[in-house]
Structures are given as structure tokens and as C-alpha cells.
Nanobody
Framework: QVQLVESGGVLVQAGGSLRLSCAAS????????MAWFRQPPGMERAFVAT????????QYADSVKGRFTISRDNAKNTVYLQMNSLKPEDTAVYSC???????????????WGQGTQVTVSS
């Protein structure tokens, strides 16, 4: 029982940085595995990153490893995605999700935010 709201998506130039936030409602945020997915225009939704409930474990898609960092602040009921060295191919609608296990497939996550648009210009 969690509601998620993403924010922070904007137009940014290639090479720039951006931080996305996902604010959660509910009393049990720290019990959820959180993840970020993205859906580029005309393409399927794809895994970006995931983080364990206590923040101790993270996983990343190869395409973003070394550039993106997922983190969470359970006291604020918020998960973040710090994106550096952005590329035009990072352009997508980014969504946060909550689930019970760390997986890369979207079907494992039961709760989703509305998504926020990130556009990277060249």
C-alpha cells in the first residue's frame, strides 16, 4: 500500500546532470525494494536501477552503470536517481516502482508512479 510520485524530469543538454525524486506515501516505505524504469519514445519500458529496502544493495542496467546512482532516504520516504553524463539516448519517461524483491523485470513491481519526462538534447 504505497503511492509514488516522481518529479525532477526536465530538458537537459547532453553531458549534463539531473536528479529525479520519487516521493512515497504510506507507513512501510522502508520495507519496499524500489526501482527506476524508463520508456524511451516508441520503445518498451526498460530497467534502470533498483535498491534494497535499507539501501544496502543496488543494481544497475549496463547502459547506465557508472553514470547513474540510485539512493533512498527512508526518513523522507523518498528514492532518488542521480543522472550524470546524460546522453540523448537517455531520453525517456522515467517511472519509479515499489516491490518486494530486487528484480530487473517490471512485472515484479506492484506499485508505480505516474512517470516524469526526461529529455536530453544533443
Amino acid at each position: 500500500q504505497v503511492q509514488l510520485v516522481e518529479s525532477g524530469g526536465v530538458l537537459v543538454q547532453a553531458g549534463g546532470s539531473l536528479r529525479l525524486s520519487c516521493a512515497a506515501s504510506g507507513r512501510t516505505f522502508g520495507r519496499y525494494v524500489m526501482a527506476w524504469f524508463r520508456q524511451p519514445p516508441g520503445m518498451e519500458r526498460a530497467f534502470v536501477a533498483t535498491i534494497s529496502g535499507n539501501g544496502g544493495n543496488t543494481q544497475y542496467a549496463d547502459s547506465v552503470k557508472g553514470r547513474f546512482t540510485i539512493s533512498r532516504d527512508n526518513a523522507k520516504n523518498t528514492v532518488y536517481l542521480q543522472m550524470n553524463s546524460l546522453k540523448p539516448e537517455d531520453t525517456a519517461v522515467y517511472s519509479c516502482a515499489a516491490g518486494n524483491v530486487m528484480q530487473t523485470a517490471s512485472g515484479w513491481y506492484g506499485y508505480w508512479g505516474q512517470g516524469t519526462q526526461v529529455t536530453v538534447s544533443s
